[in-house]
């Protein structure tokens, strides 16, 4: 058996080593006569995701190439091999010899592959902006490449977190379920953020380091501003020294220069940074003069630049106002047609502290629009975008239009208005002059669902409401335009109901057409409404008596291009019939009026951004009136009196209501730093009366103070807010006669002025959320008559809140308000008081 077992073995040897000799034939080499070889083949083997050929091609050895052995051939496509990166072993060896004739073989082992990552000492956030920033794909084979590479991405994003210590060592842990693949834990060690302790200055002699510290916009010291990060960024620091030079500039220092700086640690978690300036001297304005302007003269263009003899040398805003400012020689000429235009300021002479400026201008050709196209809408047709476009294939290029185009594209409220003006794609051909334009729109959504309750008449009013902004109407039989509701073409659907009960509900539809025959932007507004309240209070009774409003209106409007494309005309007949029975709480117990009534309104809106305007107005002035139906009439207005049963019964009096009723609103935005915007707004309303016998309106009023929210509006009032006051609480308590012997009291106010002072500042302005947090000053009041009006006589108000506007549910929001005046008519309303917010402001 032993002796089996021997001859066995020593056999399982010499068929091994002939196996061996099979695969790799050994060449007897000549060092002094090499020989050569014709590659009959060449092949790899040991590769499983990679394509063979191509790593054929990268050795530089082809079937029929003509080797030289021994040689450095070998070496060659080895080192290029590894150079690859891809392989964790590479070997080139003979496999056949026949005379002249070689077969190669490759032997090629590839480097692991990425199978699953993951992170050590990361929050949960900063996982997800690490993930974003790597894009790490499974399948990616680990080279020393690409692990340093994530490794540097992985530093410099916590380094420009203020992490300048942060370490990262990557563990390699083969998978034990798919051959050749390996997971990585990136083990990260923030350490302790380094903060700025001082940045100080050398060499400057017209400025203190306290004033250039402000210039630096993102590097700041460690002080006691909070809003100031002192976290050291290095891109944030090379601009910071530029607007340092910048700021030197713009003082006329026209040779300042930074000749060194150094950032040094002075402990483990501190920096201190050294700015050494060399400031020079102060330059001015000599003269300026303009060559090769044709359209415009020296004079005029002189007053669009600004800059007079003896001003600082200020190439910054030489530049700005040649170019980039809204008021700019640039946009002067782009309004003209000129959208080739360039200046080039040339310093002709610089004569001690002086210098002479040549602006050399190239007007160019006037550029015709060759065509428009329209990207990114996906829900809205493509002809309402059109229709608002104020640029037209053929017309004279004006950076105007273009301005405008984006404006009215905003007030749609279809797309995303904050990145309108980035969607804007120039398409110039100076050689014919002409320019495409392409604009590239994000839609979103902007139909809303309104689920709320108000607070009214001392009960709880719920409220359901539907609004579509963009329904197409003409697609309502269309086959598959129901998802869910036929859309495209801007117009405007609304449905809504309230109630609380039995007691109160009200029922509303409306429709708006933006472009009534399509061609000019004359729009149709089109409103039904239904009202009624009983006298069973709680939801659960019922009651005899009622209160019953029914009503529409008709209106156009258009937009007009006088005094310019910002105003608006809009004009409406209004109806509402109001139905009393056995009503005891109002001015009329039985009986039924009719309010017929004309409106026109006249409004100027040169805001881009509808949800968070940074620039602008918007203004309105309206008008709305009845027939003064008791001066023409010829009947007799006296009061009732009982007891002789003569004169005229309210239920009479009040059968036609007349009044005529005036308003203004007015807000002002304008940043003030950034995205900073303050707000600033005032209105005014009179409610007035054609005959002293009739009095006023019991419709129509004001009602003030509070969050301006209505939880019902029975009689035509007009709900105003006033933060800082409970709801109502301004308003005065009007006394009115019902008859000669009778006087009655109710809420009522005929004359109101409101004024208001915000700061806004944004979270996050995106299309699906937007959200800012305000801080605001208010102040106004409410009369009974006009000639009791005085508008230095008001009740102030200050507080902070938040906004959130969600596209499907519209604007909501909680202002916190203190009120600080008492109300004769309402004692301890005002003071500390939280309102709600409800849809977009109106007033």
Wanted: charged share 25%; net charge positive.
């Amino acid at each position: 058996m032993q002796r089996r077992a021997f001859f066995l073995l020593l056999f399982l040897l010499f068929a091994g080593n002939l196996f061996a000799q099979d695969q790799t034939v050994d060449i007897e080499l000549n060092y002094e006569k090499p020989q050569k070889y014709v590659v009959e083949d060449i092949s790899i083997e040991g590769i499983k995701y990679l394509d063979p050929d191509l790593y054929i091609g990268v050795t530089g050895i082809a079937k029929g190439d003509t080797v030289t052995l021994p040689g450095d051939v070998f070496a060659r496509a080895v080192k290029k091999l590894w150079e690859q990166d891809l392989f964790g072993d590479v070997k080139i060896r003979v496999a056949k010899v026949e005379n002249d004739r070689i077969w190669l073989k490759v032997d090629l082992v590839e480097k692991p592959r990425l199978y699953n990552w993951d992170f050590k000492g990361a929050k949960k956030s900063e996982v997800t902006d690490l993930n974003e920033k790597l894009k790490l794909k499974r399948g990616t084979t680990i080279t020393e490449f690409m692990l340093n590479t994530t490794s540097d991405l992985i530093k410099k994003y916590y380094i420009n977190k203020g992490f300048l210590n942060v370490g990262v060592n990557i563990t390699q842990k083969p998978d034990t379920v798919v051959q050749n693949t390996e997971h990585l834990l990136f083990n990260i060690t923030k350490n302790k953020k380094v903060k700025i302790k001082d940045v100080v200055f050398d060499g400057n002699v017209n400025y203190t380091d306290e004033r250039l510290r402000r210039v630096l916009k993102k590097t700041h010291r460690r002080d006691w501003n909070i809003f100031n990060v002192s976290k050291y960024i290095k891109s944030d620091y090379e601009a910071d020294k530029k607007e340092l030079i910048d700021f030197y500039e713009q003082k006329g220092y026209r040779d300042a220069k930074i000749i060194g700086d150094s950032v040094y640690r002075v402990s483990d978690d501190r920096i201190a940074i050294k700015i050494k300036i060399e400031e020079g001297h102060r330059y001015y304005f000599r003269s300026i003069n303009w060559v090769g302007n044709t359209k415009n003269t020296a004079e005029e263009l002189g007053s669009l630049l600004k800059i007079r003899k003896g001003d600082y040398y200020d190439r910054v805003a030489l530049d700005k106002r040649l170019n980039t400012d809204e008021e700019s020689v640039a946009s002067i000429y782009q309004n003209q047609g000129y959208l080739f235009f360039n200046a080039t300021p040339i310093e002709v002479k610089v004569d001690s502290d002086s210098v002479d400026v040549e602006i050399r201008v190239n007007e160019g050709k006037p550029a015709t629009i060759s065509y428009i196209s329209i990207a990114g809408n996906d829900r809205t047709n493509e002809h309402v975008i059109r229709r608002e476009l104020q640029t037209k294939p053929g017309d004279l290029y004006r950076k105007d239009n273009v301005v405008n185009s984006i404006r009215y594209l905003g007030q749609l409220g279809h797309f995303d208005a904050e990145k309108l003006g980035e969607g804007i794609q120039m398409d110039p051909n100076q050689q014919e002059s002409t320019v495409g334009i392409k604009y590239t729109v994000s839609e979103k959504s902007n139909d809303q669902l309104e689920l709320s309750g108000g607070w009214g008449g001392n009960m709880f009013v719920g409220s359901v409401g539907l609004r579509f902004n963009n329904f197409s109407a003409r697609r309502i039989f269309e086959k598959g335009a129901w998802r869910p509701i036929p859309t495209g073409d801007s117009q405007s659907l609304s449905l809504r109901a309230q109630t609380n009960g039995s007691y109160y509900k009200a029922f509303s539809a409306s429709f708006t057409e933006p472009w009534l025959g399509g061609k000019k932007p004359q729009s149709l507004s089109v409103s039904l409404f239904y009202q009624v309240q009983t006298n069973g209070y709680y939801f659960y009774q019922s009651g005899d008596q009622s209160f019953k409003v029914i009503g529409g209106s008709v209106g156009l409007g258009r937009r007009l291009n006088w005094p310019d494309n910002f105003f608006t005309l809009s004009t409406s007949i209004n109806a509402e019939v109001y139905k009393l029975k056995d009503w005891n709480s109002f001015i009329i117990t039985n009986g039924t009026s009719t309010n017929l009534s004309l409106a026109t309104a006249l409004s100027r809106n040169s805001t881009l951004n509808p949800i968070y305007p940074r620039e602008g107005s918007e203004l309105s002035i309206s008008l709305k009136a009845t027939f003064p139906y008791s001066l023409v009439n010829g009947k007799n207005y006296t009061l009732y009196n009982e007891e002789t049963k003569t004169g005229m019964p309210d239920s009479e009096r009040y059968r036609w209501v007349e009044y005529y009723k005036v308003g203004f609103k007015g807000t002002f935005y304008q940043s003030i730093f950034k995205d900073l915007v303050l707000a600033v707004k005032g209105q005014f309303g009179y409610l007035g009366m054609y005959n002293s016998k009739v009095g006023y309106s019991p419709f129509e009023s004001f009602i003030v103070g509070g969050d301006g929210l209505s939880g019902y509006a029975m009689y035509g009032t007009e709900t105003i807010g006033l933060r800082g006051y409970e709801n109502e609480s301004v308003t005065p308590r009007y006394s009115y006669r019902t008859s000669v012997q009778s006087v009655s009291t109710i809420n009522k106010a005929n004359v109101y002025d409101k004024f208001c002072a915000e700061l806004r500042y944004p979270i996050t302005l995106t299309p699906q959320s937007s959200i800012y947090v305000l801080g605001f000053f208010e102040a106004g009041n409410a009369w009974q008559d006009i000639k009791q009006y005085n508008p230095f006589q008001v009740v102030r108000s200050a507080g902070v809140g938040a906004r959130i506007f969600l596209p499907m549910i519209g604007m909501l929001g909680i202002d916190w308000a203190y009120g600080f005046d008492d109300l004769p008519q309402t004692p301890g309303a005002g003071g500390s008081n939280f309102h709600f917010v409800i849809g977009m402001p109106t007033n």
